[in-house]
């Protein structure tokens, strides 16, 4: 099978190159798409595998925050991603979604992902769920964060973001937790943030502006 | 600087954050980055203990560096520090940073676990959530070990406040989907089960989502859910004068919670309690009562929200199939959809009559909104809108239908965006084939798919047509006279001259008496093509002149002509060159009947799965597509998936040739076969052709994971029992067991390998999620077998009883070796998953390559290698009488020459043989 008919040296390399492709596509014919080649490591062969892998449960994957400029202002990651992966999936989504004209729809169809996003004032919501998610409620449920924002910061705008990233993040995680939604109520998430806040301003002692500054 | 909200008391990071948004250049932004960099470090390893507010700062300001996209490789450590802060907002920047940048260094994860235990144990509800959403961000199996068992206690303890409660379903559910094996199932599960009854809202909205997961996994131990799930579900949704207060969403009640709960109960079939399945029904129906009601609010909150929850009902009801009325009330509330003018409620109410229109009490009905679905894809502006309609289209189609929808798709083909071309050809190809009641329609629209969009047109489409061709011979004369037809435009697609070459050579003959096609002019048509063509098109039209010179001797001294000349003869491509000799030299030396014989006709082709279909599979996924394959509708019984393994296997020997049928059983000795035998092996157009030897056609759910579940393999005891018997020999049984049956065959040469391992199914039923892969120990991997050259091909499949598969493996040897790789094997039968682990025979000898040498030689190399390592010596006692055929076949079975009249003494036993592995070739001798 391997090197059928031709002695020459030659024909034997062609179909030794051959065989190689051959066994490329019936490796991608199975839905696992491997590279297969003199340069490929046992590395590259299990990354590719996970990557095809599909979950069956239904859930955010995550959520980004990115401006009209494309900088990225915020990003959660409810599944183990790797550094590199992220920045590549950031970049490419960003393009995408930036591309998009006002009127079209708000979901679109990614890798194996659906994305769902939308657009407020400068900021970029974007959210990536699963294939039998809601895309509806997917979309409210970046309404309803936004409205979180704006009444912590008190109609909330970029620069609030960018200075209190932080803060940000804290109300994402009271809100929606391992990509699932924790409480809806505007009441509930407000209400332990502020009692964070309060505990944070007992915590404060007042200090120097040089001291802040790290001059000090 | 905007004005600081509340609690803000790090000035020194709002300084930073406005610094690196004041620099002009990113040069500017690098060098402001790594002066902080540089101070953060010197802080934290100067002598000075820093306090907790400003490590916190330092803390946060790498944290905010990260975010900005550069690296951070230090103040992990610190942050660790900031967990046993007593501090709230201490501990919660630590926290911060810990799940933005985990990383899994053990050590650091052992501290975090740490803080965490603390903190759970601190029974301060905001640090005992701040450990929660720790554990459920970072999710990694260490933090999985350590308090997989601690969550269950917290989530149903009785004193455990609403709000650690909803953290606690989550990280639980977090976990159960990063380590399911980790978490213990046990008495909490019941009492999960019943915080669908909670007062608390939020509590049921977490533990829903919990239950739902936990459910899809062993969805009898949360049956009882349902019946929870409906009486709640009927409480939001029917009872209007229910106040939820904040719960309440611009008008709608608890959409969240209703889309969940309508989402659990997707994890079971209809009830079947008459009562509360009617009252299920009630809920369904009041939903789509709602959509119909006037709107509460325009805002787009509102509308959103109430058909998040429908559309959420709609998949329930597609769910359970079973109620013709709500299924028609779904179809007819989408369709309404259809014309709306929210662009997103368009795209989302396509995408859904995708699923309605599998079902057969739907199918109708969105077969109704045919022309609302073909405006669409003329109309909208959106591609991923079209792309939808193109999709609908495909899943409604059947035979009344199909030559509008195809014509539809074949004029939309024309302008269509790019990215979604090769998707409608494959559409295209599937309903023309399947939907065909006269073949001369697929002929015509496969040839139309090719001039619109050659391009687009895959081997799979091409090599499709011509099965179906050469297996139906009503359409033959009909394809032979429109490929002729076609290839008359002055400029065609490369495509188009494949299947206008395969045809003619076929099936010429059919037309051949009309004058306008006479042989000579269907000869001239497809030469006029030859010097535009591609190498492996070149090398087609080749075979069939050589094809045309069986059927039409008027024209064989032409064709000769054409393959005489230098330009064939003498063609720089070996593959042209060869074949051009070749049937030069068969053309001139066989008789008539050789030549009747070695160019008769195709014989058909085994039925199978399109490869189309396949190939859609793969693009789409599982589950993705719709499945227009049910019984009901299954016309063309030549198309169905007969997916008969057994052909697979035979045509991957057989089908060397495809256009000359030397697979028929024939003497060897027939000299021009052989020669074109060899011509054929090394043509990578021509073994592939029709694409017959690629194995795994099999399975339609390719996707789903192949390597899961690999940990669980290591306990799988490996068995070896039939590995020694293939020390010398090749093929035979490797395994079996009462259900299953593991054959192998396998070929060698030099430092290559090819191993097919067939699967027999000896039960009577199904095996669920098969799947195989084989591993190598570590010494094997780094040392010897190049590990990227033993490649599994990962079948996924379910197969059915009787039935066998194969599966390839390729095996390179590196340098030499020892041990052997062991094939896993993992299956459900039963319900309970089997795995089998075997020991693959694949041994150093395997590559030997016999040389042949005389006794001079032999014995000039055996002296030479005298030194101890070079040489071992075993002496053992004879099992059994010395026969010496018997001897004879195992020493050559090992793979050495067997050199006859070497050594003086008779008796002894003498083998040469050259091991190949890709790194050297190491010559070895033997004498027994």
């Known amino acids: 099978m391997l090197t059928r008919g031709g002695t020459a040296q030659c024909s034997r390399s062609c179909s030794v190159v051959r065989y190689l492709t051959q066994t490329w596509s019936v490796i991608s014919s199975c839905g696992v798409y491997v590279y297969i080649g003199p340069g490929s490591t046992q590395g590259e062969f299990l990354c590719n595998i996970a990557v095809s892998q599909k ?3 239904e859930m955010m994957r995550f959520m980004l925050l990115f401006s009209r400029q494309g900088k990225l202002r915020l990003q959660k990651w409810y599944t183990a991603t790797a550094e590199r992966d992220k920045k590549k999936m950031v970049r490419e989504l960003m393009q995408i979604v930036l591309a998009r004209k006002p009127k079209m729809c708000s979901f679109l169809e990614w890798r194996d992902l659906k994305i769902v996003y939308k657009r407020y004032a400068s900021l970029y919501f974007c959210c990536a769920i699963e294939e039998q998610d809601n895309e509806l409620i ?44 924790q409480d809806t109520s505007k009441k509930s998430v407000l209400k332990a943030i502020e009692q964070a806040d309060l505990l944070q301003e007992e915590d404060e002692s007042p200090r120097s502006v040089l001291e802040e500054m790290g001059l000090a | ?61 790498l944290l905010f560096i990260f975010l900005l996209g550069h690296d951070i490789d230090f103040g992990h450590m610190e942050a660790v520090n900031l967990l046993s802060s007593n501090k709230y907002t201490e501990k919660q920047i630590g926290y911060l940073f810990i799940s933005v940048l985990v990383n899994s260094n053990s050590d650091l994860i052992r501290l975090i676990n740490n803080g965490i235990k603390n903190d759970l144990a601190s029974r301060n509800p905001t640090f005992m959530n701040l450990a929660l959403h720790c554990i459920a961000n970072v999710g990694s199996r260490e933090m999985a070990e350590a308090f997989a068992s601690e969550i269950p206690r917290i989530l149903v303890a009785g004193d455990t406040m609403d709000s650690v409660k909803q953290s606690a379903a989550l990280c639980l559910l977090r976990l159960n989907r ?31 989502s919990l239950i739902t997961t936990l459910a899809q996994k062993s969805p009898d131990d949360f049956k009882t859910s349902i019946s929870l799930a409906v009486a709640r ?44 399945r009617s009252r299920l029904t009630e809920c369904l129906e009041t939903i789509l009562n709602k959509a119909q009601e006037p709107p509460k609010s325009k805002k787009v909150q509102h509308s959103n929200a109430k058909n998040a929850v429908l559309f959420e009902a709609i998949s329930l009801i597609i769910h359970h199939d079973s109620e013709p009325t709500l299924l028609v009330r779904a179809c007819n509330q989408l369709g309404q959809f259809l014309q709306h003018r929210e662009t997103n409620l368009r795209y989302l109410a396509l995408e859904s009559m995708c699923t309605l229109a599998s079902s057969e009490f739907s199918h109708e009905a969105v077969k109704t909104h045919i022309e609302t679905v073909i405006n669409a894809l003329k109309t909208e502006r959106d591609v991923s809108v079209r792309q939808r309609a193109v999709d609908l289209l495909y899943a409604m189609c059947d035979r009344s239908n199909a030559k509008q929808i195809v014509a539809e798709m074949l004029s939309y083909l024309e302008t269509a965006d ?9 559409k295209v190809a599937i309903l023309a084939e399947k939907y065909a009641v006269d073949y001369t329609w697929y002929v015509d629209t496969i040839l139309n798919l090719i001039r619109i969009a050659g391009d687009y047109v895959s081997e799979e489409v091409w090599y499709r047509v011509i099965q179906i061709v050469i297996n139906r011979d009503d359409v033959q004369g009909y394809a032979a006279k429109t490929v002729f037809e076609a290839l008359q435009a002055p400029a065609c697609h490369e495509n188009l001259v494949k299947v206008g070459g395969y045809i003619l050579g076929e099936f010429g003959n059919l037309i051949a008496g009309d004058s306008r096609s006479s042989p000579l002019v269907q000869f001239n048509l497809l030469h006029s093509k030859f010097h535009l063509c591609s190498v492996p098109t070149r090398a087609l039209l080749l075979s069939a002149y050589i094809k045309f010179i069986n059927l039409f001797p008027e024209v064989k001294a032409t064709i000769q002509e054409v393959l005489r000349s230098d330009s064939q003869l003498r063609n720089a491509d070996v593959e042209l060159q060869q074949r051009a000799v070749e049937y030069l030299r068969l053309s001139c030396i066989a008789s008539t009947d050789i030549l009747a014989t070695v160019l008769e006709e195709m014989p058909p082709f085994p039925e199978r799965e399109s490869s189309i279909l396949a190939k859609l599979k793969r693009k789409k996924g599982p589950g993705n597509l719709p499945d227009i394959d049910d019984a009901r509708r299954n016309v063309n019984g030549n198309t169905e998936h007969t997916e008969k393994t057994e052909t697979t296997n035979k045509s991957s020997f057989s089908l060397v040739a495809d256009l000359l049928p030397i697979n028929r059983p024939r003497p060897a000795s027939s000299s021009p076969i052989m020669l074109s035998a060899g011509t054929m092996g090394s043509t990578p157009s021509f073994t592939d052709l029709l694409n017959l030897n690629s194995t795994p056609t099999a399975g339609a759910s390719l996707l789903v994971d192949v390597f899961s579940d690999s940990s669980t393999l290591a306990s799988v005891e490996v068995s070896d029992e039939n590995f020694p018997r293939f020390v010398c020999k090749n093929n035979g049984v490797i395994f079996e067991n009462q259900l299953l049956q593991i054959g192998l065959k396998s070929e060698y040469r030099q430092n290559l390998g090819r191993m097919y391992v067939f699967y027999g199914n000896k039960t009577s039923t199904q095996f669920l999620s098969f799947s195989s892969s084989v591993t190598c120990s570590d010494t094997l991997k780094n040392h010897i077998l190049s590990t990227s050259h033993l490649i599994v091909p990962s079948q996924l499949l379910h197969f059915s009883c009787g039935a066998q598969v194969q599966q390839i493996l390729n095996i390179e040897c590196v340098s030499d070796f020892t041990d052997a790789p062991v094939l896993n094997v993992q299956f459900r039968y039963g319900g309970t998953l089997q795995n089998i682990a075997v020991k693959l025979p694949v041994m150093l000898n395997k590559f030997f390559q016999p040389t042949e040498m005389t006794s001079q030689d032999f014995f ?69």
């Not at chain 2, 939820?244 to 079971?268: E, G, H, I």
């Not at chain 2, 001897?887 to 036993?909: H, M, Q, S, Y």
């Open chain 2, 418 to 426: 790019y990215s979604i071309r090769e998707e409608i050809v494959l």
């Open chain 1, 138 to 181: 997917t979309l409210e449920v970046i309404h309803r964060f936004v409205e979180l924002l704006d009444k912590y910061f008190g109609s909330v705008c970029e620069l609030d973001i960018i200075f209190n990233f932080e803060k940000a993040y804290f109300i994402l995680d009271e809100f929606l937790m391992g990509g699932e939604i």
């Open chain 2, 860 to 928: 000039q190399r055996w002296k030479q290698l005298g030194a101890p390592q070079q040489e071992v010596q075993k002496i053992f006692k004879a099992k059994h009488p010395m026969d010496t055929d018997v001897t004879k076949a195992k020493i050559l079975g090992f793979g050495v020459a067997l050199l006859d009249r070497v050594d003086p003494n008779a008796e002894n036993f003498v083998g040469a043989g050259v091991i190949h592995s890709k790194n050297t070739q190491v010559g070895c001798l033997l004498r027994l």
């Open chain 2, 233 to 276: 579900l009927s409480r939001i949704v029917t009872s209007a004068s229910i106040d939820l207060q904040d719960y309440t969403y611009y008008f709608v009640a608890a959409p969240w919670l209703s889309v969940k709960l309508l989402r659990l109960l997707q994890c079971y079939p209809p009830p079947e309690d008459a009562a509360l």
């Open chain 1, 55 to 57: 979950e069956s449960s």
């Open chain 2, 1 to 61: 600087m905007p004005a600081v909200s509340k609690g803000d008391g790090m000035r020194g990071l709002a300084v930073f954050i406005s610094d690196i948004r004041n620099c002009k250049s990113k040069e500017a932004e690098v060098k402001r980055i790594n002066k902080e960099l540089a101070n953060i470090r010197s802080k934290f390893k100067g002598d000075k203990a820093l306090d907790g507010y400003s490590k916190k700062k330092y803390v946060c300001k």
């Open chain 2, 178 to 208: 990063t380590s399911p094996d980790l978490v213990p199932m046990g008495e909490w599960t019941a009492r999960v089960v019943h915080l669908l009854n909670d007062q608390h809202l939020g509590v049921v909205t977490a533990a829903t």
